[in-house]
């Protein structure tokens, strides 16, 4: 729904959401809720490695870092333009990369013959991820309402 069709009241604080929500900021929030969920579903854990990855570190271990990470994002998302913020994105991005290469390693040396199927989830998270801090800021993007000129 259009902001203009929203109640006057509500106008405001839906565009300033919406500017906010239009960044990279949302991107980080994102990232650091699915990091620090991921972190809690390894904390009291003790389990035998699944893939080679976890085996680097004791799961609980994984657990304060996926977390860290997680906070991080959240805690930088207000500066989502700066170097902090942009170096958080990374390190989301290549500890979830990590974990997808880890998963494809242990389907490609037979440790785990369905590895593949993880990995692909963890692999989309990275090329979603890139892709929307790549593309830029969607108030780069102007739509006009003339028809295209053939």
């Not at 369905?114 to 892709?131: N, Q």
């Amino acid at each position: 729904m259009p902001i203009d069709r929203l109640p006057s009241w509500m106008q405001r604080p839906a565009r300033r959401a919406r500017r906010f929500l239009l960044t990279d900021a949302t991107v980080l929030l994102i990232l650091g809720l699915g990091c620090i969920a991921r972190g809690i579903s390894y904390s009291g854990l003790s389990t035998v490695p699944s893939h080679p990855a976890e085996a680097w570190f004791p799961i609980g271990v994984w657990s304060s870092i996926w977390i860290a990470l997680g906070v991080l994002c959240i805690g930088v998302s207000p500066w989502h333009q700066s170097v902090s913020a942009a170096l958080a994105v990374a390190a989301g991005v290549a500890l979830h990369l990590l974990w997808g290469l880890s998963f494809l390693w242990a389907t490609v040396h037979g440790d785990m013959p369905r590895g593949w199927v993880s990995a692909i989830s963890y692999l989309m998270i990275v090329a979603l991820i890139s892709w929307a801090v790549w593309r830029g800021s969607r108030d780069e993007v102007r739509v006009t309402e003339e028809p295209p000129r053939d």
